[in-house]
DNA sequence: TGATAAAAAGTTGTATTATAGATTATGTTA
DNA sequence: TAACATAATCTATAATACAACTTTTTATCA
């Protein structure tokens, strides 16, 4: 077994104490010093670990206040994306994830959400029939997604979609649109209207089908277009 | 606007030698020395920001080798999720999660998976059957579920199976124990045959049925469990 | 007594220097 | 040419010092 480096296990040390609740989001972490005292490590290495630790958002520096636990934002983890491409195959996996996993929050929204969930949502319909631009569409449909989510009363659940949410909008906005932009607005629109009619209704089933057909209609729509992009590019070629 | 720290300094330059592919995927930085030299900065600074590279996975470092820019995978950016996902747990959420993702995952690894996927396969359920602790299990258990998860073929679904086992393992280990420890071995281990031996077949219904009834019967152990430890400890409530 | 300003203490940021441990390159020898 | 020893290179860790900034305490004055 390899052995730990020093700042692997300041990096743990401290992963642990917020995993326990020990340190609460908006607290202080000891000074570096005094994690250096503790695990018997020098100051470079405490601060190697804790530099890990700030990188991937689970902690803030502030100098000469000290280093606190980050309360759980995605915005503060999605900096890191800037480097990184998704592909069109990335796409279509997300949104095969997303299949299965809005099927599930859709189905226990239907069973849990409260009257003033309903009515936030019937909201957010009401606002799609007015929209002007696709970009105001996005935020429409994150907005109802997340919605569902929430109230499905499984925070795990509501996690991950707010991730994927995020990695859309940071990654693929451009993509997405391209693909709601395709189909009539009316059509999306009542793929929408059909679903929340279902939520409330309290009609389980029902949620998760129009749901699911939802979510099938967008992965058909691009895998079309995709298809149709592809064999344009193949004909420039031939032509060449 | 704010001054840029020495750190930040450093993380931008690499990162945009990077990102305009100066220095592509599996070749190495200069030095931290000359690095320090380019950007007129001490060795310490060219560490911290390297530090945060490699938090992030953009760079991986070798004691006395060098630092190396990795290939860009997305399951490296993904765990930066993971500490969002840390705070407020739940292992039921977690696990009603997991049986929505997990009859995605099995179904689309028996359409997919290879001949040495299968074998692989194979040998886990092979090994399941000498395991002596409840540790050792957790960790087969990981391995067949991300083993399948990975033939999925679906990256998108595979990352997210790694940052849900990375939760669990980091959170819910013991919890996790209890459960499959108070069930017999063989049950447990005959769950995981017959969802390899219906993978084997190509089965992806039959695959489906017994991951999501393996999944529930875990959370209706726990359940129980969870209740028998709720009556007690309000036993003991009364009794004062 | 309360408010304000100054001082002190505490904390992170950067720099310098030194040594240890690991890898890679070099050169020598058989 | 191949094998082995050696040197050079590079990261890991450490100790120390000082700068920059924040928080707390103390002192002063109205």
Known sequence: MRKKSKSQKVYDYIEELVISSEIKPGERLP?????????????????????????????????????????????????????????????????EVRRALDSLSVQLCAKNISEAGVKKLGEIIEHMEHIQSDLDFFDLDKKFHLL???????????NIHIIIWDVLQKTLRSKYNTVTSSDSHKERIDEHKRIYEAIVGKDEDLARIYTVRHLERIIDTFVCEYNEAYHEAKEQETKK
């Open 148 to 158: 569902i989510s929430k109230h499905s009363k499984n925070r795990f659940l509501h």
């Open 31 to 95: 000074s570096e010093a005094k994690l250096g005292e503790i695990l018997n490590v020098s100051r470079v290495s405490v601060r190697a670990g804790i530099e890990k630790l700030s990188a991937i958002g689970l902690v803030s520096k502030k100098k000469g206040g000290g280093t606190y636990v980050n309360k759980p934002k995605n915005e503060n983890y999605l900096s890191v994306f800037t480097p990184t491409l998704l592909h069109n195959t990335d796409y279509l996996e997300m949104m």
